[in-house]
Structure formats: C-alpha cells, structure tokens
C-alpha cells in the first residue's frame, strides 16, 4: 500500500490529507487516488508528496479510510 499527502489544493482533495495512492505516477504525470468517497481518479501527481508508513500503520491507515468512505 502507498500513501500520499496532498501539498497543493485541487478538486476534491485537501491539503494536508492523507489519501491512498494506487501505482506510480504515469508519464501524464498523473497519479490514481483514492479520495474520500472511496472512488479512484487520477490528479497531478505534483499535488502529493509520497508518506513512508510500517507496514502495521499502512495496514490500519487502509482500514480506517475503506470504513470512511463506506
């Protein structure tokens, strides 16, 4: 699982937030996310910074945004 936390306003996402990212970015320069209604879009990549999480916290992190959004 990777994380990622937004550094730049965008549509539909927020600075500060952590948000799930689902592969790297793609030569668009555009990453997938998973944003708080638990749907996956693409957004430039250069609005997110890369989070190192264990594996433990990454895990739990993953859960408890699944449960948000359901």
């Not at 965008?10 to 689902?22: L, Q, S």
């Amino acid at each position: 699982m990777k994380f990622v936390v937004c550094v730049l306003p965008g549509e539909d996402i927020m600075i500060g937030h952590v948000y799930e990212a689902i592969g790297d970015p793609d030569q668009h320069g555009m990453i997938r996310i998973i944003d708080q209604s638990g749907e996956d879009y693409l957004y430039p990549a250069n609005c997110f910074e890369a989070v190192t999480l264990s594996d433990s916290a990454g895990h739990r992190l993953h859960d408890a945004l699944a449960r948000m959004s359901a």
